[in-house]
């Protein structure tokens, strides 16, 4: 493996080769070295794994790019890999051809029967904590250019948990094949922009000693009007006094567990060095405890998984999960009538007014009896 410089697409860029068994160049990752710096970490005849630094951002991603064998024997190299790179705690996307469907509905036509050795990329990503990055455009990546046409989903992002929280507006967009059997997969990192959020109830609030106070506090201002008018003012006083509650005391609440994991911890050891204080060391269990409960009904609540029972320590599936949802559910791109895709977010929410200010027609009446 050697990174080369060349002139490439009219530009001085750096790029990597690998070769396939045969001896032949099998994959290039090509790159602009005045926009990003990339450090080659280790290659395969299908795989290359890099460190990436974007000229002007602080945070450095891990890119994965695969190119997998149509031999399933010689695909289990990549799974094992991709495995041997293991959990990284850093933004990690794997992108590229895989040459194997994730699901019998990722395939149209040709073959349909699933065999189950073929779910060994479904349980590399599970192994890694890793899922599919949010996808738009084509929804099958490669087709046999024939007919009966057989058309598949070979191509394909998939990210960390670590990589949800970095970029949570990132998605890819398969984009079509033209001149080749296969779709361009085309990842928008996004950028994060904090917005204030509505105003929503956590149940972790019903834990807290103060929680009642916070009730008789904003529920006991007389108002003197109509009933839902009083009712729309209790409201506004009751939420201005949960807000203050959670802002004082329940704020970073995953801070707040690992400062009552470490004072119980320091207990601990003092017990264990000859120095027990069995008082302390108790309260000190049962406020972590008490906080760790709240933080896990915090991320269940966000997260929606209302099928999973609290008290086994979910907390981390939680978290992946709210991320994983704020990725599925965000607007970061849209396509127009004329087929342009657009991503900025301005002209997104414009293109939205436009178009809802132009259901009703300019003909339009409603008439009734």
Not at 188 to 209: E, T
Not at 316 to 337: C, P, W
């Amino acid at each position: 493996m050697e990174v080369s410089n060349h002139m490439l697409f009219r530009q001085q860029w750096d790029y990597v080769t690998v070769l396939g068994n045969n001896g032949v160049g099998r994959m290039k990752v090509c790159w602009d070295n005045k926009r990003c710096k990339v450090e080659v970490v280790a290659t395969g005849n299908q795989w290359i794994h890099t460190k990436v630094e974007l000229m002007g951002e602080s945070v450095p991603f891990l890119l994965t790019f695969v190119y997998g064998s149509n031999d399933r024997e010689e695909r289990l190299q990549l799974w094992n890999a991709l495995l041997a790179i293991g959990q990284c705690r850093a933004p990690w996307c794997i992108l590229g051809d895989f040459n194997v469907v994730r699901s019998p509905n990722e395939k149209l036509g040709g073959k349909r029967i699933w065999k189950e050795s073929e779910n060994v990329l479904n349980r590399t990503m599970h192994s890694l904590g890793m899922d599919d990055l949010r996808g738009v455009g084509c929804q099958f990546t490669w087709s046999n250019r024939r007919s009966p046409p057989i058309l598949a989903k070979l191509d394909r992002a998939v990210v960390n948990r670590d990589w949800i929280e970095t970029f949570r507006l990132s998605e890819v967009n398969y984009l079509p094949p033209t001149t080749s059997d296969h779709s361009a997969c085309l990842v928008r990192l996004g950028v994060n922009k904090r917005k204030a959020a509505p105003f929503k109830f956590f149940d972790l609030w019903r834990f807290h000693p103060k929680f009642k106070d916070a009730l008789t506090a904003g529920w006991s201002k007389e108002y003197r009007g109509l009933r839902m008018f009083r009712l729309c003012c209790k409201l506004k006083d009751l939420k201005v006094e949960l807000k203050k509650l959670n802002r004082e005391h329940l704020c970073d609440i995953s801070g707040r567990v690992e400062q009552a994991r470490t004072a119980l911890q320091a207990l601990q050891l003092q017990s264990l060095a000859g120095q027990p204080n069995l008082v302390e060391e108790q309260l000190a269990l049962d406020n972590f405890l008490k906080i760790a409960r709240m933080e896990e009904s915090f991320y269940k609540q966000k997260a929606r998984a209302t099928w999973l029972r609290l008290g086994d320590r979910n907390t981390a599936y939680f978290h992946g999960e709210v991320n994983r949802k704020a990725n599925r559910d965000a607007i970061t791109s849209i396509q127009l009538n004329n087929g342009d895709r657009v991503a900025d977010q301005g002209r997104i929410q414009q293109e939205f007014i436009e178009h809802f200010k132009g259901l009703p027609g300019d003909g339009y009446h409603c008439s009734g009896n």
